[in-house]
């Protein structure tokens, strides 16, 4: 039988897995392989915050319950003496994820059915929620830092975040993270050590080309793929579903931790300032209060697991456990950040966002 698979996420929390397919464990090893811990043979699984495991058996789905599937995309069951949610796959439960009593999340999944994509996904979603049950939060942003001071962007998915990012770390910037950040007691520390490059920004920065030595292959021509675009826009106004975009951009993972940006990569920071990034037609920067600042980031936060808010109260209730709201412990943990929003319609706007950031480091 393979070891576990162990992961120390800083000094927030532990992560044990078992049972993993040799292509799940390479899942781990790309995205969260840095907190991989050694000689895990003996490891107990009870000292862990968040347990991974396949299925010990499949729990009995009622034929009503089946039937609320279709409604809600999980339902409930029992499960190791335990109520649990389960996401079904057609009748078979995929994945069950619990409240232990005390307070550890438990995600088994069922290894015949549940895809990798699907478990790391899942196990984002397990991590969100023992981070929401310590008053601390797995936040949505890209962060870059200077001279001991981070500021954050923030958004939703689309908005410019990755492209702002690679602007400031061509500019000398170093780099806190691309996508996700743990948020405890004031400090940002790094989640997974790499940026998720599309043809997109190939587009929108070219002095990436030679930044970079990968340049993507895209599906359709650059006009072709403007009009693609603009077309979904209007299907889906309020942002493209994310297999669309990729579809339409395809992308790959740059490891920060090699050439060109090994030297930018940092663990972990103070945020200082937090900009709330939009699209508009033209360049707007605005101040925001503490509490409006405070309105929109938990905003951003809602949106990012929005998928997985029902399953989140559905988890709670039948655990018993209360989580804190996200705008409380925003507030909690972010005690000396300054908040403002952006506005800005691409590449013509990056560098008086870029002096815009300057200001705020000092």
Known sequence: MASPFVLACHDLFVIHTSGLTPGLRARFEANLG????KNTVDHDPGSADVVVAPMASSPDIPAFSSHLNHIYGFTTAEYQGHTVVCLLRGRTPEFCIFFSPDLRVHLHFCPKYAREGRIYGMVLFAIYLMMKSRDRLLVHGAAVSKQGKTVVFSGHQGMGKTPILLSLLREGWQCLGDDKLFLCRNRLSMVEPYAAISQYHFDLLPWLSSFLPHRLTPLFPGIARGFLDRAAGRIWPAGLPVKVYRYLNPG?????RVPPFSNTLIQSG??????IIQRDTAFAFKPLSRDRGLDKLALVQDLFFSHRVQMEKLICLYGDTRLPAI???LDR????TSFSQVSYSGEKDIGPLLDLVETHVG
Do not use: S, Y
């Open 327 to 329: 705008r409380d412990i």
């Open 252 to 256: 790959t993972k740059v490891d920060l």
């Open 270 to 275: 103070t945020p200082v300032h937090w900009i």
């Open 333 to 336: 943990n972010l005690p000396e």
């Open 34 to 37: 840095h907190f991989a811990v």
